[in-house]
């Protein structure tokens, strides 16, 4: 009898619970339906405009508690209760609320007037400039130009530079931290490419094939390059590149030497860098190796500050290439949506995603750009673009530049990051240029529509690794899933109508007055590595907002988008300006990064970990 009465005991109480779940399911639900719709009508806007971009941050979560979190979110109750309820603190009901009638873009590729590019448009030997000692009371990163000079004076031999290549990635993994910018490396594939470029340049019959024969760079584990294994950055999927990544073709084509495959946030997932993988580890930031990098290309900015190379290619689907220039003192290119083609990397976030360089100065910027932009009938995105061009980027007056400032929105960030900033702003507008004051309409509904296409985008793209590897994946990126579950096709559709009510809004109400956009690149500087942080992940929301404040613009409506370095704060950690850009004049930018540049010239610092291979 007493046995009976404990298990009837045992069952009310499994029933009240669940009675429990349902009633705060229910009364969640019902809440959510009973918010007041917002109807939009096509090209009418708030007026005046409010500033009005979220800072509602969920509670940081690490180590144990992010893990059972994770774990909770994943299950049936946690479908049911808490995504939703996070969903809404976090603002993401908005979605659901916004009543829009226009018809939605699905990929930002925005019309233009004129012929169209062959692939073949441009020249990158002009932008090669004289060679010039280094001052030794200054420091700079190495060039491209630097190589171009020191192999064709026969001064050193890229097999000279691939054996201090293979020297360095030695010594990243003997340091304590590792600095773990490249994660796959192979020494005979370094000096074969190394060899093959030699002789190019010691053979009287053959000729370099570019001005980056030679070069040393490093590719981002979301491209895929062979003979190394497609990660993506996880600890579970173990697939070998049967296949180069269109861009890959290029630099090989050119003559690159490719170092290695560089780190990055766990899917691409991250703006921080973390990384709990065994196959990867978290990558050191080389200014203060116990601060992150960003992300999500974080190993190919931490290859870049570190010396290891002086270019790497990165992937931009929320700020991924810009982020991570910004925190390590880069140079981050985003072009234009469709500029450079994406054949070959991992197909996860598809109407968000562009590739682009990291590199040390603007000027190596705009020689990947000419090298590796362009149409590829792998890419269909990329078919319908301009002729790719370099116009004026050496002409050192922005005479005639009108560049537009939201001063609300420049301002929501640190006070060192806004006051390093205006003082960069404050001498563009000493080389000519015209501050333009300008209002930025529904910054709020752009960040959470860029997250519902992002993250609604990786959940269809990962439908296998989440059934199959959720527990394999970081409590992270399994929060991030079991949120983006919860998005549905209304949501998705709508985030998309306001792609295109975006984009119309800076036709018409931003880039009829003004050449640029110029806001700062992070909220904040590289945040700090903690311990507990290494091997269960953390998850910060609030850390989120503040590094991707500037950046959801730019995925969202495909417009280019250039981070260059301007200073450091209290604590030497860097500073980055952004500049962006109409549709198809990355070239402008380019221009514009290139004059911004002489800001900081002479001021640089040297990173904590440096490898300098041509001294």
């Known amino acids: 009898m007493a046995e009976a009465e404990l298990i009837a005991g045992i069952l009310s109480t499994i029933l009240l619970c669940l009675l429990v779940i349902v009633v705060c399911w229910l009364l969640c639900v019902t809440k959510h339906g009973q918010s007041a719709l917002i109807r939009r009508e096509p090209g009418k806007y708030e007026a ?29 109750i946690g479908s049911w209760v808490f995504v939703p309820s996070s969903l809404k603190r976090g603002h993401f009901d908005l979605i659901d609320r916004l009543v829009l009638d226009e018809v939605p873009i699905y990929q930002p590729l925005v019309p233009f007037d004129g012929p169209v590019s062959d692939g073949s448009d441009v020249s990158v030997d002009d932008l090669i400039i004289k060679e010039h000692a280094r001052k030794e009371d200054s420091f700079r990163f190495e060039s491209i130009s630097d190589y171009y000079h020191k192999y064709r004076n026969l001064e050193l031999t890229p097999s000279d530079v691939a054996e201090k290549v293979i020297e360095a990635l030695r010594d990243t993994e003997e340091q304590d931290p590792q600095l773990r910018a490249i994660v796959q490396w192979d020494e005979k594939e370094i000096r074969r490419m190394a060899t093959e470029s030699t002789k190019r340049f010691e053979s009287r019959r053959a000729q370099p094939l570019s001005v980056l024969d030679g070069v040393p760079v490093c590719v981002k584990e979301e491209l895929s390059c062979e003979p190394y294994i497609f990660r993506v950055g996880t600890c579970f999927r173990s697939k070998k590149c049967m296949e180069d990544a269109t861009i890959v073709t290029k630099l090989r084509e050119a ?5 290695g495959i560089s780190n990055m946030h766990e899917l691409g997932m991250g703006t921080t860098g973390n990384n709990v993988s065994r196959h990867h580890r978290t990558p050191r930031n080389p200014y203060n ?52 083609s994406c054949a070959g990397c991992a197909p996860l976030a598809f109407t968000v995603t562009h590739i682009g360089p990291l590199c040390g100065n603007v000027r190596d910027a705009a020689i990947m750009y000419g090298m590796l932009a362009g149409p590829d009938p792998k890419d269909l995105s990329t078919k319908w673009q301009p002729p790719i061009t370099l116009e004026d980027f050496e002409k050192t007056s922005l005479t005639g530049t009108k560049m537009g400032i939201y001063t609300t929105y420049f301002e929501d960030a640190s006070s060192e990051v806004v006051d390093i900033c205006r003082k960069a702003v404050d001498f563009l507008e000493e080389q000519g240029a015209e501050l333009v004051d300008i209002e930025m309409a529904e910054l709020e509904e752009i960040r ?13 793209g990962l439908k296998q690794d989440f059934a199959e590897h959720t527990r394999e994946l970081s409590s992270e990126n399994a929060l991030l899933l079991a949120t983006a579950t919860q998005f549905t096709c209304d949501a998705y559709v709508t985030a998309n109508k306001q792609r295109a009510r975006s984009i119309s809004y800076l036709q018409d109400h931003v880039f009829d007055k003004v050449d640029v956009i110029i806001t700062p690149a992070t909220g904040v500087t590289a945040p700090e590595i903690h311990h507990n ?25 495909g417009i280019p988008c250039l981070v260059v370095p301007v200073g450091y704060d209290s604590q030497g950690l860097p500073v980055g300006l952004q500049i962006m850009g109409r549709w198809w004049e990355d070239h402008v ?5 290139n004059i911004l540049e002489r800001f900081a010239e002479g001021h640089l610092r040297k990173p904590q970990v440096y490898y300098d291979y041509l001294e």
């Open 289 to 340: 190796v116990n601060h992150y990098t960003g992300g999500s290309s974080s190993g190919s900015a931490s290859a870049v500050a570190a010396g290891l190379c002086p270019v790497s290619i990165g992937t931009d689907g929320g700020g991924s290439v810009r982020i991570p220039a910004a925190l390590c003192g880069l140079v981050g290119l985003k072009g234009t949506f469709g500029r450079f």
């Open 533 to 557: 942080h290494l091997k269960y992940g953390f998850s910060q929301t609030s850390l989120t907002l503040d590094l991707m404040r500037f950046v959801s613009i730019g995925n969202l409506t």
């Open 255 to 259: 003559g690159a030497v490719i170092i």
């Open 589 to 593: 930018i380019l221009r514009i990064g």
């Open 48 to 76: 005046p405009i409010k500033y009005e971009l979220s800072h509602q941050a969920l509670p940081p979560l690490n180590g144990f508690l992010l893990r059972m979190a994770s774990i909770l979110y994943t299950s049936l």
């Open 448 to 460: 959470v529509a860029h997250i519902v296409a992002i993250l609604g985008e990786f959940r269809t």
